[in-house]
């Protein structure tokens, strides 16, 4: 088996082959977030299956390929859905798609996520940058031999959401009068939703947010030395705060309600961004 690092530079070299714009940026959509890759013009899209070495995703309402194109004026690549650990793949898979990112030869990455409203100042559909994360997943795409090729055997996380691109997300979405507050979101393995006692012991611990994906891709993109920007949806409070059941049909439905909203953000913290990656 060859190693990661030849992998993904074998999937990259697939990908650029396909299309001569060489992206700046990597952009991971999540649930129900994946239709910006649609609006993307002089647009190459790739089914994950035929990526040599993707995962291919499971989930509901991941489409699942991989769409190169420009974003106003700004080369991205952008993955229209992501796999997860719930779904059977190690760290290491999940986190495939952002080492690939990075041999494409991106210097910062946009994730996306869908996630449950642990702070009680949030609501369905708000907008949330993250601001660090707790790692409750259980794994670490970084455990096994280290990569040398990637990074470092102990990489730093103290500032792993760059804190200048928090600003210009920031600066971006009062210029568009869109609400975007701050939060920690804690990554759970899924795939059931937790528990109202579950959620009471995350915020406890100063989660805001909580959800199924992102912090492992953080940590590869980190141990890269990529930048990282990630904004959840709030889908849904999070459970036992309002009384009602969670559902998958709802965090989507949510995920299509502010699509607008989002993709417009998106868009002025992309062209915002691309003009600060190295
Ligand atoms: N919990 C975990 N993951 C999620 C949620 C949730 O409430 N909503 C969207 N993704």
């Known amino acids: 088996m060859p190693d990661p690092f ?70 991205v690549a952008a993955m229209q859905g992501r796999v997860h650990c719930y779904e059977g793949y190690s760290a290491q898979q999940v986190t495939f798609p952002i080492r690939v990112f990075g041999r494409m030869g991106v210097g910062a990455v946009i994730l996306t996520n869908a996630a449950g409203g642990i702070n009680l100042s949030y609501s369905q559909g708000a907008l949330v940058l993250i601001r660090d994360h707790i790692n409750l997943q259980g794994v670490n795409p970084l455990a096994g031999a280290n990569e040398d090729r990637f990074g470092v055997r102990f990489p730093d996380m103290t500032r792993a959401y760059a804190p200048e691109y928090r600003a210009m997300a920031h600066e971006e979405a009062e210029k568009l009068n869109i609400e975007l507050q701050e939060g920690i979101y804690a990554a759970l393995l899924g795939p059931s939703y937790e528990t109202p006692a579950e959620i009471e012991y995350l915020r406890r611990i100063g989660a805001d947010l909580v959800g199924m994906s992102t912090v492992a891709e953080v940590i590869a993109a980190r141990h890269m030395n990529l930048k990282v920007l990630a904004i959840s949806c709030v889908t849904n409070m999070a459970a036992g705060i309002l009384d009602q059941p969670l559902s998958h049909e709802q965090v989507m439905a949510t995920g299509e309600r502010v699509k607008s909203k989002f993709e417009a953000l998106l868009r002025a913290v992309l062209a915002r961004v691309a003009r600060n990656v190295a």
Request: hydrophobic residues 45%; contains cysteine; aromatic residues 6%.
């Open 6 to 75: 030849t992998l993904a530079d074998a999937a990259a070299q697939f990908i650029q082959a396909r299309t001569p714009l060489r992206p700046k940026i990597g952009l991971v959509l999540g649930s129900g977030l994946g239709a910006f890759a649609d609006s993307l013009s002089d647009a190459v899209g790739v089914p994950f299956a035929e990526i040599p070495n993707f995962p291919c995703s499971t989930a509901i309402g991941h489409a699942g390929r991989m769409v190169v194109g420009r974003a106003g004026s700004v080369p």
